[in-house]
């Protein structure tokens, strides 16, 4: 009875369980693999890429499909420099607002990481940019939006600086005055005398004053423009540009009374860098 239980153990049986192995293995390594580019953010769970996921600079541009980085996506401080390959970071790969303090490390973000201009306001969240975030030197002129005004250097071409002057005083022969630009121009601006004009007079070079509250002077490129909108007592007096302290960094106004004993101007004024 033993002898016809005994399992009989042949060359096709040893074949057919191997085939059997094999062709399961197979199954399950075909279902594991996924299509190349098949992985979007839907498919990605909340927090599930970390530091620990990634090779070093293995998130590269061609990588990421617009807009796939949101702020779910990413654990806590998996954003690490040696995971971001250098310029992989443009800004339609990232969604408004996805980038927040708690997802990046101290130091991570130098301008080797970053396209120019891909840094765009609606791409942070309010106080997302710490002090510890930036590299020392990571933020470049090349880094910043076309309309970021200058922080160091001089105005950009098409840019314009504004700001008011008065002058006034008593029994005064003569008065000096002058105002320094906000930021420094390459050159300095034209000054002609038909530049100091009254808001009533505007002219191709100082086309007036603009604006809802009359607070915005104008000044075509190149021109340096100011216009008096208040005045008192300047019967027979000049007001000039003294010439002696105009240039690229500011201007300076010189008033010729011509004897009167009391007198006061005041108005706004406009440089546009060329």
């Known amino acids: 009875m033993k002898q016809r239980l005994r399992p009989k153990?042949?060359?096709?049986?040893?074949?057919?369980?191997?085939a059997l192995f094999v062709a399961l293995g197979g199954v399950a390594t075909a279902a594991t693999r996924l299509p190349k580019n098949s992985v979007g953010p839907n498919q990605i769970k909340r927090g599930a890429v970390n530091a620990a996921k990634l090779r070093n600079e293995a998130v590269r541009k061609n990588k990421i499909a617009p807009?796939?980085?949101t702020v779910g996506k990413?654990?806590?401080?998996?954003?690490?420099p040696w995971n971001i390959g250098n310029g992989a970071v443009l800004t339609n790969k990232l969604s408004n607002q996805a980038v927040i303090a708690s997802k990046i490390r101290n130091n991570v973000v130098t301008t080797k990481k970053l396209n120019n201009n891909a840094v765009t306001q609606q791409k942070l969240a309010p106080e997302?940019?710490?002090?510890g975030n930036l590299q020392s030197g990571s933020v470049t002129a090349g880094k910043l939006a076309g309309d970021v005004a200058p922080l160091v250097g001089t105005l950009k071409s098409g840019q314009t600086l504004r700001g008011v002057f008065s002058l006034g005083g008593d029994e005064i022969e003569e008065l000096r005055s002058s105002e320094s630009f906000q930021f420094p121009l390459l050159a300095t601006p034209a000054t002609p005398a038909a530049n100091i004009l009254e808001t009533a007079f505007p002219t191709a070079a100082c086309p007036?004053?603009?604006?809802?509250?009359?607070?915005?002077p104008q000044a075509s490129p190149g021109n340096l423009c100011i216009y008096i909108t208040e005045k008192e007592g300047l019967a027979g007096a000049d007001l000039e540009f003294d010439p002696a302290v105009t240039n690229r960094l500011g201007f300076g106004l010189v008033l010729d009374l011509g004897g009167t004993t009391k007198f006061r101007v005041s108005g706004q004024w406009a440089v546009t860098a060329p």
């Open 9 to 18: 153990l042949t060359y096709a049986n040893v074949i057919a369980t191997v």
């Open 67 to 69: 807009k796939a980085v």
């Open 74 to 80: 990413l654990g806590p401080q998996a954003v690490a």
């Open 128 to 131: 997302a940019v710490g002090t």
């Open 208 to 216: 007036g004053i603009g604006g809802g509250l009359e607070q915005t």
